[in-house]
């Protein structure tokens, strides 16, 4: 997927937010803020143990853009909900 069919798939989203009930929204967004945050810790034994494997190139890559679409849709949120 590239990078500007993502921005399209994360604009279509953001476009439908006012169709969904507002605390649905809002707990989206925080699990997503959340998971964002969490993320990272996750890169740490695959930084460690060094991403020799395909497998492991893959699981990397594959965190570091579920990473970035979790801070993409929780970028929004507020404790304060």
């Given amino acids: 997927m590239s ?29 997503a ?5 969490a993320l990272p ?3 740490l034994p695959l930084l460690i143990t060094g991403l020799n494997s395909g497998a492991t ?3 990397f890559a594959a965190l570091v853009v ?4 979790t801070l993409r849709i929780g970028h929004a949120y507020s404790g304060d909900d």
């Avoid at 803020?33 to 945050?37: D, E, K, L, V």
């Fill in 66 to 69: 579920f990473n970035a679409v």
């Fill in 3 to 31: 990078s500007s069919s993502t921005y399209e798939l994360l604009a279509q989203f953001d476009e439908s937010v006012p169709e969904f009930d507002e605390s649905l929204v809002s707990a989206v967004r925080g699990i």
């Fill in 57 to 59: 190139r893959i699981a």
């Fill in 33 to 37: 803020f959340w998971t964002a945050i």
């Fill in 41 to 43: 810790f996750l890169y």
